[in-house]
């Protein structure tokens, strides 16, 4: 595959608009292993100010030898500056007016049946820490607030990873699995289901404001997946 046909998929979100935002595909670099693009992506405001740091960060596969589909790794930031005169700096947050959902379901197309998406969740902003917390009271990961962004981006099975290999097992993540044809689509969203489903009859515990907004998440996940199990 050309180095043109590489960089195609992440040429597709170069301009895509949300609220008063645009992507802004920056520097995307050639990696060691073939097929394999490392990118920023930024956003871009209204007066053509771009963001300080990358919204998302991180390596983009094209796939490879023995069916392996086309994936993505990725770091991703909520909280964001945009440069202003005299030194200023205007802060948002993608969780408002849901722009953190409209950003996945613009990541989603790019990766096809049977890739996966994975996104770290070892950093310091508020999404990171609530979904660590979440996973240690055993709130599912589709319950989680960056797993649901995950769930809504078109992957229909959540599952937390982590590989220890010695020191260079890179941050925890969570990986999301987008099914290769109808059947697996249906395993999956079974699975979720009845993920979604446990979690809801569990009895409340002492961390009562993060797993009621764990319930809501939840209860919207299952609804998606049972509508679609009735087809």
């Given at each position: 595959m050309s180095?043109?046909?590489e960089l195609f998929p992440l040429r597709e979100l170069h301009g895509l608009g949300f609220e008063d935002f645009s992507l802004h595909l920056g520097e995307v670099k050639q990696l060691r292993f073939s097929g394999w693009k490392g990118f920023k992506l930024y956003l871009q405001n209204a007066a053509g100010r771009l963001s300080a740091l990358p919204v998302v960060k991180g390596i983009f596969s094209v796939g490879g030898k023995e069916g392996v589909?086309?994936?993505?790794?990725?770091?991703?930031?909520e909280e964001l500056e945009f440069p202003e005169a005299e030194g200023q700096l205007f802060k948002i947050s993608m969780s408002q007016n849901e722009q953190d959902r409209a950003l996945f379901k613009h990541l989603g197309p790019l990766i096809p049946p049977g890739g996966h998406l994975m996104v770290s969740?070892?950093?310091?902003?508020?999404?990171?820490?609530?979904?660590?917390?979440?996973?240690?009271?055993?709130?599912?990961?589709?319950?989680?607030p960056l797993?649901?962004?995950i769930f809504l981006a078109g992957f229909q099975y959540i599952k937390d990873w982590y590989l220890a290999e010695g020191g260079f097992e890179g941050p925890r993540k969570l990986w999301g699995e987008k099914a290769p044809d109808e059947a697996w689509s249906k395993n999956f969203y079974s699975r979720t289901a009845k993920q979604m489903s446990d979690f809801?009859?569990?009895?409340?515990?002492?961390?009562?404001?993060l797993e009621e907004s764990a319930r809501r998440r939840a209860r919207e996940v299952l609804k998606i997946a049972e509508k679609h199990l009735q087809f």
């Open positions: 180095a043109e046909n589909k086309p994936w993505m790794d990725i770091e991703y930031r969740y070892e950093g310091d902003q508020k999404i990171h820490l609530e979904t660590i917390k979440s996973l240690s009271i055993s709130i599912p990961p589709a319950a989680t797993g649901y962004l809801l009859q569990r009895k409340p515990t002492s961390f009562h404001d």
